[in-house]
């Protein structure tokens, strides 16, 4: 392996270090503040799936401004490499979570386990993107815009859960953060 290649692999792999302990967090960081409504953006509100999602969405987007300071003349595609990376992390989550919990009943091991594979899978996708040949400044921007979208759809939907499964807390049966 190259130096280049060691070097993207070491920050990728650096990324999923980094996304775990910050996830752990911010899974307690909004009631340490003080249930401080502004937290609730990037923090657990609650123990609905969503809030979850943010514990590795939030950490990712931050490793990837970090990341891109150091990375942006080592490797193609950086943009659509993060919008993988934050949009493989959840999925995984989504789908994993559901499946076992469809097959047998909820335990916290297996959603630590969960967050765990999500966030080594966004990584290494991540990785993946970012060694490939350059792709088309179409699919840059069409990344971009998707990033975007996921980070107002995050902010947004913690003030303003819809009814469904996905936001409901299955503690209290609420579905995101009142905006008193």
């Known amino acids: 392996m190259d130096a280049t290649k060691r070097r993207v692999l070491g920050w990728e792999l650096g990324g999923i270090l980094f ?9 307690f ?3 340490w503040s003080g249930e401080w409504k502004p ?12 809030e979850h999602l ?5 950490p990712a987007l931050l490793y990837s ?6 990375l942006r003349g080592f490797s193609n595609n950086f943009i659509v490499a993060r919008t993988t990376a934050v949009v493989v992390i959840p999925v995984t989550i989504v789908v994993l979570f559901y499946a076992y919990t469809a097959l047998v009943e909820h335990m916290l091991v297996a959603d630590i386990l969960i967050f765990v594979v999500a966030v080594v899978l966004g990584q290494m996708a991540s990785y993946g993107v970012l060694r490939s040949r350059p792709l088309p400044v179409a699919l ?3 990344a971009a815009f998707g990033l975007i979208l996921l980070v107002l759809t995050f902010a947004l939907l913690t003030y303003h859960a819809p009814d469904l499964g996905l936001f409901r807390d299955p ?9 008193d």
């Open 171 to 179: 503690v209290s049966g609420a579905y995101g953060i009142p905006l």
């Open 39 to 50: 937290m609730a953006v990037v923090a657990a509100v609650n123990e609905s799936v969503w």
């Open 140 to 142: 840059h921007w069409l």
């Open 29 to 31: 960081a909004f009631e």
């Open 19 to 27: 996304v775990l302990l910050l996830g752990a967090v911010l899974h």
């Open 54 to 58: 943010k514990l590795g969405f939030w």
């Open 65 to 70: 401004a970090v990341e891109y300071r150091f």
